[in-house]
């Protein structure tokens, strides 16, 4: 039987093998500086700090020992918004409350401490982030280690951190919202058939058609993160092939990164409920 921390690392490998996901690297498409072997790799280097999640050591410290070890490839930022999202669902299940409701007493109980950890790891990997609303420049998260002392001034947890995050950010309003987003798309892989890569790729499609990826609204701006949506809910629809829609994206340089998050969410907690592959 797999472990909590390594249903987590599958979670990873399963998101990123399946295809296709439009925009995003996938087993069919890659980008000439980010391939699919650096996610792999990316999967792999996270175990220690997945461990440390499930194991109930602080979650802030998980965090970064994860992203250090994902960030031991050549790619660059693989997983980092993944992780992001799928480490406190792993510490609830580390402590056999794997729900929305545990999941946010984890959030909860989040301390100053992992904010400081939170921000030391984007020095492991450049991570795309929009510009602070003014007033909020001290906190830039790009700052990493220097921004420590002022949050340790205002008393800034790891969930007020995401709760200022959240307008503009994905992951940051599922750490914030009880993770629903997750918990569906756990939900539809379940009841999928086939393949979990292929569910996993179904699910992203359904995900990207039903809500903008704030990513592509930081990468461009809203709109092209509204049409990418529009032309998603087409190819659910059947009206654009899938697979020309992935070609496209690709050309246009739009990776819908915060809905490939969900999906690793959701496939960790289907796996954890008892998805079989």
């Known amino acids: 039987m797999r472990s909590t921390a390594e249903n987590a690392q599958l979670a990873l ?11 995003n690297v996938d087993r069919h498409r890659e980008y000439p500086d980010l391939r699919f072997e650096h996610f792999l790799a ?21 965090f ?11 790619g660059g930022n693989t997983q980092f918004g993944a992780v992001l999202l799928v480490t406190p669902l792993v510490a609830a299940a580390g402590r056999g409350d794997l729900s929305p409701d545990g999941a946010s007493a984890v959030v909860a109980e989040t301390t100053v401490a ?33 921004a420590i002392p002022v949050l340790e001034e205002r008393g800034l947890t790891l969930e007020g951190v995401m ?11 599922e750490w914030v919202g009880g993770f629903e987003r997750s918990f569906a798309a756990a939900a539809a892989i379940a009841a999928g058939s086939g393949p979990v890569t292929d569910r996993a790729a179904e699910v992203f499609l359904e995900l990207l058609a039903e809500e903008p990826d704030t990513f592509v609204a930081i990468q461009h ?7 990418a949506t529009e ?20 050309a246009e340089g739009i990776n819908p990164g915060t809905t490939a998050d969900t999906v690793a969410a959701g496939l960790f907690v289907a796996l954890e409920r008892g998805l079989d592959v």
């Open 13 to 23: 490998l399963l998101e990123v093998a399946g295809a296709p996901k439009p925009g």
């Open 114 to 146: 992992d904010a400081a950890d939170f921000y030391r790891a984007f020095e492991h990997v450049d991570v795309a982030v929009e510009d602070p609303p003014e007033g909020m420049e001290p906190l830039d998260v790009r700052r990493g280690g220097d």
């Open 231 to 250: 032309r998603a809910r087409a190819a659910r629809n059947g009206d654009i092939d899938p697979e020309r829609l992935s070609e496209e994206f690709v």
């Open 64 to 74: 970064r020992e994860a992203i250090a070890g994902m960030s031991d490839q050549r």
């Open 42 to 62: 990316g999967a792999v280097g996270a175990r220690d700090g997945l461990r440390m999640a499930a194991d109930g050591e602080r979650l802030g410290a998980a």
């Open 163 to 173: 709760a200022r995050s959240a307008e503009r950010d994905g992951v940051a309003r």
């Open 221 to 227: 701006d809203r709109e092209t993160a509204e049409r």
